[in-house]
């Protein structure tokens, strides 16, 4: 049973591009959160997915955007990108228990 | 506003010890409380699932507890081998489906 994957691992964007991350959830799972994490913190919650729509939302800006896909893979969005949005890039599926799978991560560095 | 705190933020110890993680939250209203572990540059693992309604959990040398009304959760590590090191962070469950983290604290098992 495959675990989260999330696409790509690594990437590098200039400010003022607009990237793109993917994740597939674990098998069974219908809902996908996203989280941003810098060097040394905690993760931070972007937003949450389930059927398809954003249930719920940190404190991220616009500029962070998502979508789900009938499968229940996911996208986030990040346009206009800043130095400041250089992070690890964490997708995570849930199971009904309420416990949290994390994939492997996408690290944006943003130059 | 939920806040967890993790103390200490890094601890070093010899192998075969036994070791207590500390996370404190400041909001007794939680739906539950999760450990992980995180590698560096990885993703995250989930260690221990707690709900609200329990008192601990158990899962081989590891051991979580959960005490709500003083806002404290303890993860124990019995036998600790250096294959234990990394950090460890603790996130609170809200009934709004997002997670509180903490920063974590980065365990190093010296042989």
């Known amino acids: 049973d495959a675990g989260v994957t999330q696409s790509p691992t690594h990437l590098i964007k200039t400010r003022g591009q607009q990237v793109t991350l993917r994740c597939s959830p674990k098998s069974g799972h219908d809902t996908v959160s996203w989280y941003q994490q810098a060097l040394g913190q905690g993760p931070q919650f972007i937003f949450q997915?389930?059927?398809?729509?954003?249930?719920q939302r940190g404190n991220f800006p616009d500029r962070f955007s998502g979508h789900q896909f009938p499968n229940y893979s996911s996208e986030l969005n990040v346009n206009a990108l800043l130095l400041g949005d250089s992070a690890l890039y964490l997708c995570a599926s849930e199971s009904r228990a309420g416990e949290l799978f994390f994939g492997e991560g996408s690290r944006l560095t943003v130059l | 506003k939920q806040e967890v705190t993790q103390i200490p933020a890094a601890l070093s110890v010899p192998e075969g010890e036994n070791l207590v993680l500390n996370c404190s939250f400041t909001d007794s209203a939680i739906y539950n409380l999760q450990w992980f572990r995180q590698d560096p540059g990885k993703g995250l693992t989930s260690l221990l699932l707690?709900?609200?309604s329990q008192r601990e959990q158990t899962s081989g040398r590891l051991n979580a507890s959960l005490d709500k009304s003083s806002g404290r959760s303890t993860l124990y590590i019995a036998a600790s081998q250096p294959g234990d090191s990394a950090t460890y962070l603790c996130?609170?469950?809200?009934?709004?489906?997002?997670?509180?983290w903490g920063a974590g604290t980065k365990l190093i098992i010296k042989p």
């Open positions: 997915y389930y059927e398809e729509e954003e249930r």
């Open positions: 707690i709900q609200s």
């Open positions: 996130a609170v469950g809200r009934s709004n489906y997002q997670l509180i």
